[in-house]
């Protein structure tokens, strides 16, 4: 790197963050200034840079959320030069799932009481970055995880229109599998024959607008969102299209933030009911397994 260039990146402003931070918050593609690099030299005078334990999300049946990762390794790092790594780490829950980051380091700049301070890049990570998404709402939205999470992912990037369309390709995609779990609630709080039959017929429309307007009115009370409808909710959302007046990517993003956010509020409530509705039976069970006096 030459003189000129280091200079330059040393009259950035970029935003001061731990190595923690770093890893853990910061999206790919982004330069910042680590604050708090805890470094030692080793016995040839190289440089080594101990790797901070970060918070992460584990998707393996044990952990199924956040832990805590650590790595075994500490990283060699010569200050003469730009250096591109990749870390690696593993949950220390399960210790079967594992994340890299593929991180530049450049100027080293200082050091202080709390490290050293150098500018680093994270250019990836695996898996990709996103905040977590709960583990009902995937259940929800079943085999199109990945498509969702792709707009998560352009969520978090302040990428309104792609966050949008990904959303909704998720919803009319999975319209029946949602249609599905709402029935099931239904049918648990006694809904008849004829709002059951309702709900098989709304499943066979092709468009989501048209399956919401046939049982928009048939919602269990349980599933209600502050006293609003969710599939009416999602269905005011999704009926604009991304070329509608108006539909700049900052409108796409809130929308597409409601939509995220009301698919979650509603796979939860399914999912307490649900839960509700198994303690009840196994309770009623119980109580008349007991010997009768």
Same mark, same amino acid.
């Given at each position: 790197m030459s003189n000129d260039d280091g200079k330059s990146r040393?009259? &950035?402003?970029? +935003?001061?963050?731990?190595? /923690?931070?770093c890893l853990e918050e910061i999206p790919p593609d982004r330069s910042v200034r680590v604050v708090d690099l805890q470094t030692f030299k080793g016995s040839g005078g &190289? !440089? =080594?840079?101990? #790797?901070p334990e970060v918070q992460h999300v584990c998707d393996s049946d044990d952990c199924n959320g956040l832990r805590m990762?650590?790595? &075994?390794?500490? #990283?060699?790092?010569?200050t003469d030069e730009v250096?591109?790594?990749? +870390? *690696? =780490?593993?949950? /220390?829950?399960?210790?079967?799932?594992?994340?890299?980051? $593929?991180? /530049?380091? *450049?100027? #080293? !700049?200082?050091?202080?009481?709390?490290?050293?301070?150098?500018?680093i890049v994270k250019f990836g990570q695996s898996p990709p970055f996103g905040p977590l998404t709960p583990a009902r709402l995937i259940t929800l939205i079943g085999p199109d995880r990945e498509i969702f999470l792709q707009g998560r992912r352009a969520e978090s990037r302040g990428m309104g229109i792609g966050a949008f369309a990904y959303y909704r390709r998720v919803v009319e995609n999975q319209k029946n599998r949602i249609i599905s779990e709402i029935a099931k609630i $239904?049918?648990?709080?006694?809904?008849d024959t004829k709002t059951m039959e309702l709900f098989e017929t709304a499943k066979k429309e092709t468009r989501f607008t048209d399956s919401v307007k046939?049982? /928009?009115?048939? +919602?269990?009370?349980? +599933? #209600?969102i502050d006293g609003e409808n969710p599939l009416t909710l999602l269905h005011s959302a999704l009926s604009q299209g991304l070329h509608d007046e108006g539909m700049t990517d900052g409108h796409c993003l809130l929308l597409a933030?409601?939509?995220?956010?009301? !698919?979650?509020?509603?796979a939860e409530r399914i999912s307490i009911v649900s839960k509700d509705d198994r303690q009840v039976k196994d309770a009623i069970k119980a109580l008349k397994a007991l010997p009768k006096p």
């Open positions: 040393e009259s &950035e402003v970029l +935003l001061e963050v731990t190595f /923690r931070q &190289e !440089l =080594y840079v101990r #790797l990762y650590h790595s &075994e390794s500490t #990283l060699i790092w010569s250096q591109s790594t990749i +870390l *690696e =780490y593993y949950c /220390r829950n399960c210790g079967r799932q594992y994340a890299h980051f $593929a991180i /530049r380091f *450049e100027a #080293l !700049l200082s050091v202080s009481q709390s490290g050293r301070t150098a500018n $239904a049918a648990q709080v006694g809904a046939m049982i /928009r009115d048939f +919602l269990p009370q349980a +599933l #209600l933030q409601s939509i995220r956010t009301v !698919l979650g509020e509603l």
